[in-house]
């Protein structure tokens, strides 16, 4: 089991900034990815970010490439989301999420958090 708890969603004007905070608990072992994730009003879920835990590659959607930067912190147990130049399309719940090592099945999320983007 793996816990995770998003924070850092806001109201922000286009062009402005966030950053998105994640903090995971319980049996961190069985973590092989983190990863961000969006859902918007009438849309499913997509693909924002990931970002293997023991080194890999990064990978990011091409409509948030070169605006959007995921890290983590290891010891503090927290995956970040830094979203730079943002756009009203980018207005979304956002979720992090844990990629099981052994099964490659995104099986633990947390909650969600608001991000929304005026024009």
């Known amino acids: 089991q793996v816990q995770l708890v998003e924070s850092g969603g806001d109201l922000v004007q286009a062009g402005g900034s966030l950053r998105l905070s994640c903090a995971y608990s319980?049996?961190?072992?069985?973590?092989?990815?983190l990863g961000w994730y969006r859902q918007a009003p009438g849309k499913q879920r997509e693909l924002v970010a990931t970002?293997?835990?023991?080194?890999?590659?990064?990978t990011y959607a091409d409509s948030v490439k070169g605006r959007f930067t995921i890290s983590r912190d290891n010891p503090k147990n927290t995956v970040y989301l830094e979203m730079n130049s943002l756009k009203p399309e980018d207005t979304s719940v956002y979720y992090c999420a844990v990629q099981d090592r052994l099964s490659g099945r995104w099986d633990y999320w947390g909650q969600g958090t608001q991000v929304t983007v005026s024009s």
């Open positions: 319980g049996s961190i072992f069985l973590i092989g990815a």
């Open positions: 970002i293997p835990v023991r080194g890999g590659s990064i």
